[in-house]
């Protein structure tokens, strides 16, 4: 892919706007850039920017996130909604960063710019994670325990953060475990 801006084009060939002037070819010429104005104004809508771009993990991810914790402040006032309050604001405002940040650098990589990589968004590969299998069989159990046999979920109000505990020990496992992985790699 040619990096010949408009405005450098030889002569004889068509005169650029001045809206056209200092951009780069590819955005007029490649069907598969996508525009980060257009990400950020979708992402208003939590997961929906990260979709037009192709990360559909992420996005019905973000998606059913924001969806759960609107749910759960729906409910009852707990000791959980001011917090869960403060993280919905701060996830929607993520969820409208990461997709302008991942459409420049969506682009970015089209162009080749910079000796950054456009991050793997998993189209092409058929993987799971254990560890969120897992985590969704329990919270699906759960959630199943009290609608389908009215199974009281009071003790999660007490309960609920030993589930930061484990995420937090899995994220140190997973950090020894990577470490480990890059001396081998360096023997």
Request: net charge neutral.
């Amino acid at each position: 892919m040619s990096s010949v801006r408009i405005d450098e084009a030889p002569e004889g060939e068509r005169n650029p706007s001045p809206a056209e002037r200092g951009r780069p070819r590819y955005f007029h010429e490649d069907p598969r850039v996508k525009s980060p104005a257009l990400t950020t104004v979708l992402s208003l809508v939590p997961g929906l920017g990260q979709i037009y771009l192709g990360y559909y993990g992420q996005g019905f991810l973000n998606i059913a996130i924001v969806a759960s914790i609107i749910t759960i402040l729906a409910g009852e006032y707990s000791v959980l909604t001011p917090f869960l309050g403060i993280f919905l604001g701060f996830y929607w405002l993520y969820n409208i960063v990461d997709a302008y940040r991942r459409a420049t650098l969506y682009n970015h990589a089209l162009e080749g710019l910079g000796p950054t990589e456009l991050p793997d968004i998993g189209i092409a590969e058929n993987r799971g994670s254990m560890f969120w299998g897992v985590v969704l069989i329990i919270a699906g159990g759960v959630g199943l325990s009290h609608t389908a046999w009215g199974y009281s979920l009071a003790w999660l109000e007490r309960w609920w953060p030993v589930a930061l505990v484990l995420a937090g020990l899995y994220l140190i496992y997973k950090s020894f475990e990577t470490r480990s992985k890059e001396k081998q790699r360096a023997r």
